[in-house]
């Protein structure tokens, strides 16, 4: 795994207790996005580097998450049917960017959007979904800090699943190990992926996501 770690004690020290951010684990010119499949469309991801296969439907939408424990609460620590492996997906900041630009909110907050009928427009304009959800600790439990996780369709998912990634990983014996620490509630123990703050090289771009 190329992915650096660090104690889960030691990130508690160095990320934010609240507020709207993208933590991810990054170098500096790339950064990691989680999800998590079914075997047969990780097995075809990791030997061809690319998403697709039989299993893969690039006609529906994919979401992401560069967050890795709001990752493990989603797939619940690749326990959930058809979530059982999770993939890291390397990509350029530039391209992520990219993603992040062209994402409207999945739904209306008066905060966000002028209107609804603004936020309908960017909608129906845009190809990726984008929401700010609570983020949780290992165990589950929601924080007050909010981690985003992007919705992919159409165009934007091609381009990111066949052009965009640099690299796949399979990360589930990690996710396995990590998870008899949490399972025996044994934090002190627990590593995870060394993540931090990421902010877009476009401010503009951070403005119109939200990012607080």
Same mark, same amino acid.
Not at 56 to 74: A, E, Q, T, V
Not at 102 to 116: C, D, I, L, P, R
């Given at each position: 795994?190329?992915?650096?770690? $660090?104690?889960?004690?030691?990130? /508690?020290?160095?990320? %934010? !207790?609240?507020?709207?951010?993208?933590? =991810?684990? @990054?170098?500096? $010119?790339?950064?990691?996005?989680? /999800?998590?499949?079914? %075997? !047969?469309?990780?097995?075809?991801?990791? =030997?061809? @580097?690319?998403?697709?296969?039989?299993?893969?439907?690039?006609?529906?939408?994919?979401?992401?998450?560069?967050?890795?424990?709001?990752?493990?609460?989603?797939?619940?620590?690749?326990?959930?049917?058809?979530?059982?492996?999770?993939?890291?997906?390397?990509?350029?900041?530039?391209?992520?960017?990219?993603?992040?630009?062209?994402?409207?909110?999945?739904?209306?907050?008066?905060?966000?959007?002028?209107?609804?009928?603004?936020?309908?427009?960017?909608?129906?304009?845009?190809?990726?979904?984008?929401?700010?959800?609570?983020?949780?600790?290992?165990?589950?439990?929601?924080?007050?800090?909010?981690?985003?996780?992007?919705?992919?369709?159409?165009?934007?998912?091609?381009?990111?699943?066949?052009?965009?990634?640099?690299?796949?990983?399979?990360?589930?014996?990690?996710?396995?190990?990590?998870?008899?620490?949490?399972?025996?509630?044994?934090?002190?123990?627990?590593?995870?992926?060394?993540?931090?703050?990421?902010?877009?090289?476009?401010?503009?771009?951070?403005?119109?996501?939200?990012?607080?």
């Amino acid at each position: 795994m190329q992915i650096k770690t $660090e104690s889960y004690a030691e990130a /508690q020290l160095v990320l %934010p !207790a609240d507020g709207r951010h993208i933590l =991810a684990h @990054q170098t500096n $010119e790339q950064l990691v996005v989680y /999800q998590a499949y079914k %075997p !047969a469309i990780a097995d075809y991801a990791v =030997a061809n @580097q690319v998403l697709g296969g039989p299993e893969f439907n690039y006609g529906r939408m994919s979401w992401i998450k560069p967050n890795f424990l709001w990752m493990m609460c989603s797939c619940g620590w690749a326990s959930k049917e058809n979530q059982e492996r999770v993939l890291a997906f390397w990509l350029d900041k530039k391209d992520f960017d990219e993603i992040l630009g062209q994402a409207a909110f999945s739904t209306f907050t008066a905060g966000n959007y002028a209107s609804e009928a603004e936020w309908k427009k960017d909608l129906a304009s845009k190809a990726v979904r984008l929401q700010w959800d609570p983020d949780h600790n290992p165990y589950g439990d929601k924080l007050h800090r909010r981690a985003i996780q992007l919705g992919l369709k159409g165009e934007v998912l091609e381009r990111f699943g066949k052009q965009q990634v640099r690299l796949i990983e399979d990360i589930t014996d990690f996710v396995h190990a990590q998870k008899q620490h949490v399972d025996s509630r044994q934090l002190e123990q627990l590593i995870v992926p060394q993540e931090r703050v990421y902010l877009p090289a476009d401010p503009g771009i951070a403005m119109s996501i939200g990012i607080a």
